[in-house]
Nanobody, 122 residues
Framework: QVHLVESGGGSAQAGDSLRLSCAVSGRTFSAFAMGWFRQAPGKEREFVAT????????AYALSVKDRFAISRDNFANTVYLQMNTLKPEDTAVYYC???????????????WGQGTMVTVSS
């Protein structure tokens, strides 16, 4: 069983930065592609960013490109999401996910964390 735990969420002002972390246990972390997704109230879960197992490939949603950065530490079994220049529209529950490949479709990720709330006020 793979267990994912997100942390680092909270409240921020527009323009602030936050860094989310996702600690993974239970299987070989370095074998997984990792993704970050978010779900705002009343909306569907959407792709934010993904990173390959070796960190050689990353991809971002257009809405966060150039503001957010995904990274991972395979020794610490942790994936990060650095969020800069936050906007009110970034308000959502943020989830990390582990899967076999770097894709944008949430249904293709096998394991999920419980989510961490990010609230950005103007």
């Amino acid at each position: 069983q793979v267990h994912l735990v997100e942390s680092g969420g909270g409240s921020a002002q527009a323009g602030d930065s936050l860094r989310l972390s996702c600690a993974v246990s239970g299987r070989t972390f370095s074998a997984f592609a990792m993704g970050w997704f978010r779900q705002a109230p009343g909306k569907e879960r959407e792709f934010v960013a993904t990173i390959s197992a070796s960190s050689g490939y990353t991809a971002y949603a257009l809405s966060v490109k150039d503001r957010f950065a995904i990274s991972r530490d395979n020794f610490a079994n942790t994936v990060y999401l650095q969020m800069n220049t936050l906007k009110p529209e970034d308000t959502a529950v943020y989830y990390c996910a582990a899967g076999g490949t770097t894709v944008e479709q949430p249904q293709l990720y096998a394991y999920w964390g419980q989510g961490t709330m990010v609230t950005v006020s103007s």
